[in-house]
């Protein structure tokens, strides 16, 4: 099975930070990627797909990055809105598998 | 507007069995994979299954293979996992999703909790 080790598990973050979250595979999963936003009691939003592509209605804050086999998450002058848990997705092979998530929180 | 709503969760004992159900509309059901995803309490998502657009094809991880089983009614436009052979492990709340390599529309979820 393809590991996402997902970095940093939680993260003490303040208004306007840049802020980059990292998936790290295992083994080739070429763009095959997507980073999921969620908040409590909340469905996850799809955020990025394909490993750099903006979803609709997303803000241009969000960007998705790849190198070799890390894939980057990253958020430019975060909002409080953008507080929330991130994960990032492999859907390259099955079994499908998530990173174990990122908690966002203010310091 | 697409709409996914889950339903049939609740409280089961281990060992039984219990069946979700998702409600799909908005859009035409018969052309998208569909999966399930759960989370169980304060822990992250965890892939559950995945059926083709006819059925014919399904996926499962080793967590629940053997235990559970998607399908799909596509003139009900509805998708559902059974369950089988509950432990508390599988406690959590599951959502059905369009085609999680799409990732773009999800349920609200369903809690299903495995408890004597």
């Known amino acids: 099975d393809i590991q996402m080790t997902q970095s940093p598990s939680s993260m003490s973050v303040s208004l306007g930070d840049t802020v980059t979250i990292t998936c790290r595979a295992s083994?080739?999963?070429?763009?095959?990627v997507n980073w999921f936003q969620q908040k409590p009691g909340k469905s996850p939003r799809r955020m990025i797909y394909?490993?750099?592509n903006l979803a609709d209605g997303v803000p241009s804050r969000f960007s998705g990055s790849r190198s070799g086999s890390d894939y980057s998450l990253t958020i430019s002058s975060l909002e409080s809105e953008d507080v929330a848990d991130y994960h990032c997705l492999q859907y390259d092979e099955y079994p499908r598998t998530f990173g174990g998530g990122t908690k966002l929180e203010l310091k | 507007e697409v709409q996914l709503v889950e339903s049939g969760g609740g409280l089961v004992q281990p060992g039984r069995s219990l069946k979700l159900s998702c409600a799909a509309s908005g859009f035409t059901f018969s052309n998208y994979y569909m999966a399930w995803v759960r989370q169980a309490p304060k822990k992250g998502l965890e892939w559950v299954a995945t059926i083709s657009t006819s059925g014919s094809r399904t996926y499962y991880p080793d967590s629940v293979k053997g235990r559970f089983t998607i399908s799909r009614d596509n003139a009900k436009s509805s998708l559902y996992l059974q369950m089988n052979s509950l432990k508390s492990e599988d406690t959590a709340t599951y959502y059905c999703?369009?085609?999680?390599?799409?990732?773009?529309?999800w349920g609200q979820g369903v809690m299903v909790t495995v408890s004597s």
């Open positions: 999703a369009r085609q999680l390599g799409a990732g773009d529309y």
């Open positions: 083994q080739d999963v070429g763009i095959y």
């Open positions: 394909r490993a750099t």
